[in-house]
């Protein structure tokens, strides 16, 4: 059974910065697109940033240009770099992977952000 494990999140001040970690228990180049994706309290799952295969990026409006997302192929992971973060980013943050059709969760992570 393949695992996304998400680890980072934490509490933080509006401002501050996290990076998330997704590690996966099969190659990441396996998977045709990874993901973070976020869900705050009373609302849908949202996508925050997506990075495929061959390494093009994709972020919701909300989080371009505070935002980053990488992949290291050797280590199996795909990172979430959050800079300058504002309370409306407090969520749990989940990992994806899609393969063959297929969504692969992780467990999710919470990120607080106080003001």
């Known amino acids: 059974q393949v695992q996304l494990v998400e680890s980072g999140g934490g509490l933080v001040q509006a401002g501050g910065s996290l990076r998330l970690s997704c590690a996966a228990s099969?190659?990441?180049?396996?998977?045709?697109?990874m993901g973070w994706y976020r869900q705050a309290p009373e609302k849908q799952r949202e996508l925050v940033a997506a990075?495929?295969?061959?390494?093009?990026?994709n972020y919701a409006d909300t989080v371009k240009g505070r935002f980053t997302i990488s992949r290291d192929n050797a280590k199996d992971t795909v990172y979430l770099q959050m800079n300058s973060l504002k309370p409306e980013d407090t969520a749990v943050y989940y990992c994806?992977?899609?393969?063959?059709?297929?969504?692969?969760w992780g467990q999710g992570t919470q990120v607080t952000v106080s003001s």
């Open positions: 099969r190659s990441i180049f396996s998977y045709s697109v």
């Open positions: 994806n992977g899609f393969a063959g059709g297929r969504h692969s």
């Open positions: 990075i495929t295969r061959g390494g093009s990026t």
